[in-house]
Nanobody
Framework: QVQLVESGGGLVQPGGSLRLSCTSS????????IGWFRQAPGKEREALSCISSSDGSTHYTDSGKGRFTISRDAAKNTVYLQMNNLEPEDTAVYYCATDGGTVCARLHYVVFDIWGQGTQVTVSP
């Protein structure tokens, strides 16, 4: 089974940027879709973006549209989430996940069943 690992979180000031990475040790994730999600304390996990492996198409929810960009580097077996102009409301644990498929069809956490451990993003002055 694929094991996903996130990295790149941290503390950043409002207006700053971070790039999160999602990779796997021992598994090739280039052939599966990868989604990015986040969960703030007391809130439901929400979807941000997804990248299909079938055609490389990218998909965003309203929460992920505009300031976030998902991309894939096949040579590094890594999917990135570039986050710009961060706001305190972006503070959350960020996760990458997959359902093992190749096409991003339904961008909701209930569909995804393989998750990384998460990486904390804190946006604060």
């Amino acid at each position: 089974q694929v094991q996903l690992v996130e990295s790149g979180g941290g503390l950043v000031q409002p207006g700053g940027s971070l790039r999160l990475s999602c990779t796997s040790s021992g598994s090739n994730i280039n052939n599966i879709l990868i989604g990015w999600f986040r969960q703030a304390p007391g809130k439901e996990r929400e979807a941000l973006s997804c990248i299909s492996s079938s055609d490389g198409s990218t998909h965003y929810t309203d929460s992920g549209k505009g300031r976030f960009t998902i991309s894939r580097d096949a040579a590094k077996n890594t999917v990135y989430l570039q986050m710009n102009n961060l706001e305190p409301e972006d503070t959350a644990v960020y996760y990458c996940a997959t359902d093992g498929g190749t096409v991003c069809a339904r961008l909701h956490y209930v569909v995804f069943d393989i998750w990384g451990q998460g990486t904390q993003v804190t946006v604060s002055p």
